[in-house]
């Protein structure tokens, strides 16, 4: 079974699907490989070829690829999906933004059509 990456945003999913690469965030290690990206019913087959141990310094290097128009609103928005998807209590979801996050490196796999 082929692992996904969700998509959350779609200026993310546009940026990703029209200069065939993006850069997003995430709580968990990915490991390098193909994966499937989604968002909402639309899918495409995507590359994993870097994870990187994030912190706004490094994200200040790649927001030009993140999708978002400032380090700002790509830490504001990541912090805000992250939230939602932690359980637990205000304390424990406040502590867990000083977790480890990675970006990940998406290339987009082109199919050939002829």
């Known amino acids: 079974m082929t692992k996904e990456i ?4 779609a200026n993310v999913w546009s940026f990703l699907l029209n200069k065939g690469e993006a850069y997003v ?4 290690e990915f490991q390098p490989g193909e994966y499937i990206c989604r ?4 899918s495409v087959q995507c590359i994993v070829d870097k994870v990187i141990e994030a912190n706004p310094l490094v994200m200040r290097e790649y927001v030009n690829k993140s999708g ?4 700002q609103e790509w830490m504001s928005r ?5 939230m939602s998807h932690v359980r637990g209590g205000p ?9 480890k996050k ?4 998406l290339k987009l796999i082109l199919e050939n059509k002829e």
């Open 6 to 9: 969700e998509i959350n945003y």
């Open 39 to 42: 968002h909402g019913t639309e």
């Open 102 to 105: 990675y970006l990940l490196h």
């Open 78 to 82: 990541a912090a805000r999906v992250h």
């Open 68 to 71: 978002f128009s400032s380090l």
């Open 91 to 99: 304390f424990r979801k406040m502590m867990s933004l000083m977790d």
């Open 25 to 28: 965030i995430r709580a968990e």
